[in-house]
Nanobody
Framework: QVHLVESGGGLVQAGGSLRLSCAAS????????MGWYRQAPGKQRELVADITSGGNTKYADSVKGRFTISRDNAKNTVYLQMNSLKAEDTAVYYCRVTINLLYVYWGQGTQVTVSS
């Protein structure tokens, strides 16, 4: 079992920045992918970005060039640096970890609100 705790959400003006953090409750030694998803009201949850245990990254087209995902394996933590935020980035952001392509764990979510 892995518990994920997100932090760093909040209210920011358009053009501003936020940094989300997601800490896992234990070290994960198996192959894994840590990622950020988001869900806006009335919309499906979508992938924002993810990063493998080897450091390979993937981004949604809508955030490329603005968001950066990174991880610190020593701290069991994944980060999402969000710059040039837009109103359409407003959503609940969820952290997810997938272990060995089998086990999936989600965090409780953190609200990001961008005012225009």
């Amino acid at each position: 079992q892995v518990h994920l705790v997100e932090s760093g959400g909040g209210l920011v003006q358009a053009g501003g920045s936020l940094r989300l953090s997601c800490a896992a409750s234990r070290s994960i030694f198996d192959d894994n992918v840590m990622g950020w998803y988001r869900q806006a009201p009335g919309k499906q949850r979508e992938l924002v970005a993810d990063i493998t245990s080897g450091g390979n990254t993937k981004y949604a087209d809508s955030v490329k060039g603005r968001f950066t995902i990174s991880r610190d394996n020593a701290k069991n933590t994944v980060y999402l640096q969000m710059n040039s935020l837009k109103a359409e980035d407003t959503a609940v952001y969820y952290c997810r970890v997938t272990i060995n392509l089998l086990y999936v764990y989600w965090g409780q979510g953190t609200q990001v609100t961008v005012s225009s």
